[in-house]
T-cell receptor, first 112, second 108 residues
Framework: DAMVIQNPRYQVTQFGKPVTLSCSQTLNHNVMYWYQQKSSQAPKLLFHYYDKDFNNEADTPDNFQSRRPNTSFCFLDIRSPGLGDAAMYLC???????????FGPGTRLTVL | QKEVEQNSGPLSVPEGAIASLNCTYSDRVSQSFFWYRQYSGKSPELIMSIYSNGDKEDGRFTAQLNKASQYVSLLIRDSQPSDSATYLCAVNDYKLSFGAGTTVTVRA
């Protein structure tokens, strides 16, 4: 089945220790998104790629970076995680950007 | 700045009843509208998409869109305990703008 896969599902890191979250898709969609979702809040868009074009949200902290080496994979790097970065990180894909987005299962990040 | 407002919850309905969820949006040019279901601790799951004015039915779910009133709704008929979740309204113009969500509890 075509799907969006995220690894790891759970990540524990220490304050200030860099962490990388990965997302892969078999849908061959052009657009990939990274969202941050904290408890009882709606998902917050961090950035997205339309093919190779990177689009950063204005309020995304510099601490967050992303890479998309090919159509199938996208990575979220958190250079120096703080306690406030503990959240669920969601990857989503969309065929064109103006239609449905499909979410992966998410990575739950804990910062100690 | 796009705004998406959902009726405040939580919403509690008895099993077998109709759950009615409402959503309004501020951007008149929005063209794509979605409802996502999110169980606690899980990721959002797309349950309905609607692009044209009127009703769209899929099983027990019916989405209604009125672009003139900037209003989109979701009806869940014959509610089941498994429908207990948070429902997110989302409006898409190359970026999804989410409402805050409405938590639905179906009482057995």
């Amino acid at each position: 089945d075509a799907m969006v896969i995220q690894n790891p599902r759970y990540q524990v890191t220490q304050f200030g220790k860099p962490v990388t979250l990965s997302c892969s898709q078999t849908l061959n969609h052009n657009v990939m998104y990274w969202y941050q979702q904290k408890s009882s809040q709606a998902p917050k868009l961090l950035f997205h790629y339309y093919d190779k074009d990177f689009n950063n949200e204005a309020d995304t902290p510099d601490n967050f970076q992303s890479r998309r080496p090919n159509t199938s994979f996208c990575f979220l790097d958190i250079r120096s995680p703080g306690l406030g970065d503990a959240a669920m990180y969601l990857c989503a894909t969309s065929e064109r950007g103006d239609n449905e987005q499909f979410f992966g299962p998410g990575t739950r990040l804990t910062v100690l | 700045q796009k705004e998406v407002e959902q009726n405040s919850g939580p919403l509690s309905v008895p099993e077998g009843a109709i759950a009615s969820l409402n959503c309004t949006y501020s951007d008149r040019v929005s063209q794509s509208f979605f409802w996502y279901r999110q169980y606690s601790g899980k990721s959002p799951e797309l349950i309905m998409s609607i692009y044209s004015n009127g009703d769209k039915e899929d099983g027990r779910f019916t989405a209604q869109l009125n672009k003139a009133s900037q209003y989109v709704s979701l009806l869940i008929r014959d509610s089941q305990p498994s429908d207990s979740a948070t429902y997110l309204c989302a409006v898409n113009d190359y970026k999804l703008s989410f409402g805050a969500g409405t938590t639905v509890t179906v009482r057995a």
